[in-house]
């Protein structure tokens, strides 16, 4: 009985084979010569361009060197420099002004007791330590005492963990904020019995704590030789920044 199948040769399977090798073989060569070739190139396009620049360097002339000018002399400020703060004057700028006292508007006012920005040894003056961020109002004490200093070296003593505080616009806040200094302050005996510290600390001489509001609500408080919890935190909810 015929089958419908059509049978072909052994030989000319083995022949296909191999035309087909043959091809796959020519084009890997022609691919490795086109990189040789593109590389070739790169590398001859690079040398020529380094040429172009060395040979540009050496035709432009040196930079001529420009005197300076002389400066205008100073002008000397006079001793006393008056400036205009009438009503006209301010009117003429362009500005408006009212006086506000309790809601009712005034045309004069004078506070009964002036306000001074005392000077930055005066602020927390009997308190030994750093009791606001930069040391006082004028923010220019960032340390308190003295200190030996031998190796010039830092290392750490202590860390301690804050957690999170989670915002309405689903944020969350966490750390220190962007001061990231903490209150530090050596408590006097006297004062020392009404903080609400642990026991272990109450009677330690030269009890010194670190006081740390933080980003996540909550106010930290931490002996400053050890790191250890003085007292639990305070957990007010908001953040502490700046």
Known sequence: MASGKRSVPRNKKISRKYV?????????FLCLILGLLY??????????AAIGKKQQLENTPPPVETPLSTP???????EQVTIQKDAASISAAG???RIMVNKQEVQTYQRPESIL???DTEYAAGVKGITTFGGNHWRNTFTYGEQVVNEAKLSRSWEVSTGSLATPENGTWTG???TGQPLIVQWEDSVRATLGIYDS??????????????MDGKIYFMELSTGLETRAPIDLGQVFKG
Do not use: H, M
């Open 20 to 28: 087909r090798r043959r091809i796959l073989v020519l084009l890997v």
């Open 201 to 214: 600390f109450k009677e330690k001489e030269g009890f010194t704590e670190v006081i740390y509001p933080a």
């Open 72 to 78: 205008p002399p100073a002008t000397d400020l006079p």
């Open 117 to 119: 920005f005392g000077s």
């Open 176 to 178: 220190t904020g962007w």
């Open 95 to 97: 500005f408006t002004t």
């Open 39 to 48: 590389g070739l190139y790169r590398l001859v396009a690079a040398g020529i």
